[in-house]
């Protein structure tokens, strides 16, 4: 009865509600109702970093007793900030990742360039000499945490929660391939993300269930398979309505092209808020870093805000 009568409050105000995920986004901001975890951690100590950036490491308690890692890497600056959500790059190798000195780095460019970043542990990573049953237990992690979607939002709930300076209007979500794909994923299941920069998304789920690395996985949890199935990026992309940039790296992915300039027609049919960059042979290592940056912030600051 409650949510009955502050749904009409809502609409009396004019809220502009078209799905019922608007709905579900605005009654969580308005009174905290339906979030996806019952607590939210706290930031944490501030840590001084070159640049002028504050440095916080949060732990974040899961439903089934694990706990994840968000890092927040803040710029010193008045006024408010844009915030991305960034997955980790060793989500390359696993279907989870585990936050690491990659990561760092691209935070801290980004924050040095005035942007608050807040980075995640996603699950479904093991260590190389896991067991079988903690390989197993991860990958039930995984599927419970909806492939990290079901993290990213708790993340989100954390970054209005504790990080005030924040522009609601301007958070932002980034990664690279399988992370890539979660950023996408997170925008569709929750439109507080203003606009997504997917660097090599994996877009053909069903080629990525055929790799030689799942096999092994499909032996442990047969279920995985149509898990994945259905983590495919073509199947919300009706709800896919914030700006997206696809950036595609020939000297990382240079076999994912094809693929991903089909996924990028087709989101077109959606809406045209849609670019696709498709990078020289550069060496990542070498220069690719910094320009893979700099050219998303550019993209972000002009397109990453929600009139």
Request: aromatic share 8%; proline share 5%; glycine share 8%.
């Amino acid at each position: 009865m409650r949510e009955f009568f502050l749904l009409l409050l809502l609409a009396l105000a004019g809220c502009d509600m078209t799905s019922p995920q608007d709905v579900r986004d605005k009654l969580v901001q308005v009174m905290g109702i339906g979030g996806t975890q019952a607590s939210v951690p706290e930031l944490g100590n501030a840590t001084a970093f070159e640049g002028g950036i504050t440095w916080h490491e949060s732990w974040h308690a899961q439903t089934n007793g694990t706990m994840l890692r968000i890092w927040s890497a803040l710029p010193r600056t008045a006024g408010q900030i844009p915030c991305l959500l960034w997955t980790p790059a060793s989500m390359a190798w696993k279907l989870g990742g585990r936050l690491g000195l990659e990561d760092k780095e691209q935070m801290e460019l980004f924050a040095q360039a005035g942007v608050g970043v807040v980075a995640f542990d996603v699950p479904g990573a093991w260590e190389d000499n896991a067991t079988l049953d903690d390989l197993g237990a991860e990958l039930d992690r995984h599927m419970e945490a909806q492939g990290g979607v079901k993290t990213g939002r708790s993340v989100l709930d954390f970054v209005l929660a504790r990080i005030p300076q924040v522009d609601p209007d301007r958070i932002w979500a980034a990664g690279e391939g399988p992370a890539a794909t979660l950023a996408l994923l997170l925008a569709q299941a929750d439109h507080r993300v203003r606009a997504v920069v997917a660097f090599d998304p994996v877009t053909d789920m069903a080629a990525y269930a055929q790799s030689e690395e799942m096999g092994f996985l499909f032996h442990l949890r047969p279920q995985l398979k149509d898990f994945l199935l259905t983590r495919s990026p073509w199947a919300g992309l009706d709800r896919l309505r914030c700006p997206v940039l696809l950036y595609h790296d020939t000297f990382s992915h240079a076999g994912n092209f094809s693929s991903l300039e089909v996924f990028y027609m087709e989101c077109l049919r959606y809406q045209k808020d849609v670019t696709m960059v498709d990078t020289l042979d550069v060496d990542p290592v070498h220069a690719g870093l910094g320009l893979r940056t700099s050219r998303a912030l550019a993209w972000f600051k002009k397109n990453g805000r929600r009139s």
